[in-house]
């Protein structure tokens, strides 16, 4: 099932990074997602966050570039699909390669 990643953005995470603040922030980074035609967050799970915000302010230790398509399967499946991506160059990372990593984890946040 394809998920709105404009409304996963804007509306969902912030929520969920809310509810789950304390257990986000021990991920303790900032991440710059641009995801090519549905736009760009800055996702803050760092000690002055949690918050999930539109555009690309800098200070990110990790960014992250992928199409909307590509996103759709690295959300439904972000181990298999992220590392498949990666290595197929559709999946680009910048700066700290392994808090990449732990960016599903927050996608599992309710």
Known sequence: MAVDIIKLFNDELPG????????AKT?????QLNITGAGQWFIDVSSSGPSCTA????????????????????????QTAGMQ???????????NQMLAMKLAKLFSYK
């Open 16 to 23: 969920a990074l809310q509810r789950n603040a304390d257990d």
């Open 27 to 31: 991920i303790n980074a900032k991440f």
């Open 55 to 78: 555009g690309n302010p800098g200070g990110a230790d990790v960014t992250m570039e992928v199409s909307a398509d590509d996103f759709q399967l690295l959300h439904e499946n972000p």
């Open 85 to 95: 991506l990666f290595f197929q160059g559709k999946l680009k990372v910048q700066g």
